[in-house]
């Protein structure tokens, strides 16, 4: 699950290496959601933050 | 000139993804569920960079440095935020005085500032014609450490967290079963 960004943004990589500049915009813009996805699950703590 | 820089700015990032590699790997600081995902926001920004090497400078692409380092930039600042009570203590061995999210944080609003540097220059734009296919050496070098990061960090997450979430604080690969010697 938490590998799941790299790998989208591997695909991506792939893809601008072949010269695939839509394919791989799309492959970034899905992994930066799973990544947002993962950080808001990973943030279920409330921050002690009080003075 | 835009592509030299956008070349030295990718090598910059490799370097940092490369460092955090050796921290894990070397002195055996595994990386904490939000440090694994702020790796993924330093390729999420370098991945702009690695496609103005690919296809040339576009502002879409600068974008994507942009977005991405401001999504990193909020992870790192999440765990600042976590450690910045005194007596909360902290994750990780400090590195010239700061935490590496620390450094993250400083880093990510480095690249965000760089990148607006970078947008100034308008002639960058100007080009009728795409750039040659074939790279020269700088731009194919850091774009191959930066592909072989993408993946060392795929196999990485996978050892230590299988094919689940990581614990919060981990302290064994959970394929291996303990931390490597």
């Given at each position: 699950?938490?590998?799941?960004?790299?790998?989208l943004?591997?695909?991506?990589?792939?893809?601008?290496?072949?010269?695939?500049?839509?394919?791989?915009?799309?492959?970034?813009?899905?992994?930066?959601?799973?990544?947002?996805?993962?950080?808001?699950?990973?943030?279920?703590?409330?921050?002690?933050?009080?003075l | 000139m835009?592509?030299?820089?956008?070349?030295?700015?990718?090598?910059?990032v490799?370097?940092?993804?490369?460092?955090?590699?050796?921290?894990?790997?070397?002195?055996?600081?595994?990386?904490?569920?939000?440090?694994?995902?702020?790796?993924?926001?330093?390729?999420?920004?370098?991945?702009?960079?690695?496609?103005?090497?690919?296809?040339?400078?576009?502002?879409?692409?600068?974008?994507?440095?942009?977005?991405?380092?401001?999504?990193?930039?909020?992870?790192?600042?999440?765990?600042?935020?976590?450690?910045?009570?005194?007596?909360?203590?902290?994750?990780?061995?400090?590195?010239?005085?700061?935490?590496?999210?620390?450094?993250?944080?400083?880093?990510?609003?480095?690249?965000?500032?760089?990148?607006?540097?970078?947008?100034?220059?308008?002639?960058?734009?100007?080009r009728?014609?795409?750039?040659?296919?074939?790279?020269?050496?700088?731009?194919?070098?850091?774009?191959?450490?930066?592909?072989?990061?993408?993946?060392?960090?795929i196999?990485?997450?996978?050892?230590?967290?299988?094919?689940?979430?990581?614990?919060?604080?981990?302290?064994?690969?959970?394929?291996?079963?303990?931390?490597?010697?």
């Amino acid at each position: 699950m938490m590998s799941l960004p790299f790998l989208l943004f591997a695909c991506g990589l792939g893809a601008a290496w072949l010269r695939q500049r839509g394919a791989a915009m799309g492959f970034w813009v899905a992994g930066l959601v799973t990544l947002l996805v993962l950080f808001r699950l990973h943030i279920s703590d409330v921050l002690n933050i009080a003075l | 000139m835009s592509r030299l820089l956008n070349a030295l700015g990718l090598i910059a990032v490799d370097t940092v993804l490369v460092l955090a590699f050796i921290d894990q790997l070397w002195f055996h600081d595994l990386p904490c569920p939000l440090c694994i995902l702020q790796r993924a926001g330093f390729i999420a920004a370098g991945f702009g960079l690695a496609l103005n090497l690919c296809f040339g400078p576009r502002p879409s692409h600068y974008g994507v440095v942009i977005l991405g380092a401001a999504a990193g930039a909020a992870m790192a600042m999440r765990q600042v935020l976590l450690h910045i009570v005194p007596g909360t203590g902290s994750y990780g061995n400090p590195i010239f005085g700061l935490h590496l999210y620390t450094w993250a944080f400083i880093i990510f609003a480095l690249m965000i500032v760089g990148t607006a540097i970078l947008l100034l220059n308008d002639r960058q734009f100007g080009r009728p014609e795409p750039w040659s296919q074939r790279l020269s050496a700088l731009p194919l070098t850091a774009f191959a450490i930066f592909a072989v990061v993408v993946v060392g960090n795929i196999i990485s997450t996978l050892l230590l967290c299988g094919m689940g979430f990581c614990p919060d604080n981990p302290t064994e690969y959970l394929l291996f079963g303990a931390t490597p010697a």
